[in-house]
């Protein structure tokens, strides 16, 4: 009986043994989870840091945004102010010719412009160059209409006699030439 009374205590000596460790182990991972739970908060912390963050810089950015926005529409204007009056002083432009003024949306008459649904055919095709009176004199109705709407917008109402559209068109490129 004593060798049994000994097994018992052993036994009992190994399960205080083990239930030292699985406590030790509990504290551990109570210790391991209030470290997580602390790591968290810190790292909620820095994404409402980031957030707030991304916030600026998304306000910045469309700030910024519209002051481009704002010189595009400028430096678009200043270009064909300049090209006009470039054009005013070359008389017929048979000796110098003519600069090519951009259309109200920035873009160029003699560019076309692709469908943006990938399309064959272009939204607007490239229009002849205007490089001196006699373009305009021998332009037809057809391209005489859309540099109208080019440079007046799409709205604007096109005469229908040959002579008061390319009227419109040298004055909206800059030419003082009778035509």
Same mark, same amino acid.
């Given at each position: +009986?004593? #060798? &049994? %009374? $000994? *097994? =018992?205590? @052993?036994? !009992? /000596?190994? +399960?205080? #043994? &083990? %239930? $030292? *460790? =699985?406590? @030790?182990? !509990? /504290?551990? +991972?109570?210790?391991?989870?209030?470290?997580?739970? @602390?790591?968290? /908060?810190?790292?909620?912390?820095?994404?409402?840091?980031?957030?707030?963050?991304? /916030?600026?810089?998304?306000?910045?950015?469309?700030?910024?945004?519209?002051?481009?926005?704002?010189?595009?529409?400028?430096?678009?204007?200043?270009?064909?102010?300049?090209?006009?009056?470039?054009?005013?002083?070359?008389?017929?432009?048979?000796?110098?010719?003519?600069?090519?003024?951009?259309?109200?949306?920035?873009?160029?008459?003699?560019?076309?412009?692709?469908?943006?649904?990938?399309?064959?055919?272009?939204?607007?095709p490239a229009l002849p160059a205007i490089l001196n009176v006699h373009a305009?004199?021998?332009?037809?109705?057809?391209?005489?209409?859309?540099?109208?709407?080019?440079?007046?917008?799409?709205?604007?109402?096109?005469?229908?006699?040959?002579?008061?559209?390319?009227?419109?068109?040298?004055?909206?490129?800059?030419?003082?030439?009778?035509?």
């Amino acid at each position: +009986m004593r #060798g &049994d %009374l $000994n *097994v =018992v205590r @052993t036994a !009992q /000596a190994t +399960m205080r #043994g &083990d %239930l $030292n *460790v =699985v406590r @030790t182990t !509990q /504290a551990n +991972m109570q210790t391991n989870q209030t470290g997580m739970q @602390t790591t968290l /908060a810190d790292v909620r912390t820095s994404q409402r840091g980031m957030e707030r963050t991304l /916030a600026d810089v998304q306000t910045t950015l469309a700030e910024h945004g519209a002051t481009l926005d704002d010189h595009g529409t400028k430096l678009g204007l200043l270009t064909r102010i300049c090209a006009q009056s470039s054009n005013r002083l070359r008389g017929p432009g048979t000796s110098i010719a003519f600069c090519i003024v951009p259309f109200l949306d920035d873009s160029l008459p003699t560019v076309p412009i692709p469908d943006p649904n990938g399309g064959p055919q272009p939204v607007r095709p490239a229009l002849p160059a205007i490089l001196n009176v006699h373009a305009i004199r021998s332009m037809s109705g057809a391209n005489l209409r859309l540099y109208i709407q080019g440079y007046y917008g799409p709205d604007q109402n096109v005469p229908h006699m040959l002579q008061a559209r390319r009227a419109l068109v040298a004055d909206a490129v800059g030419c003082t030439v009778e035509l």
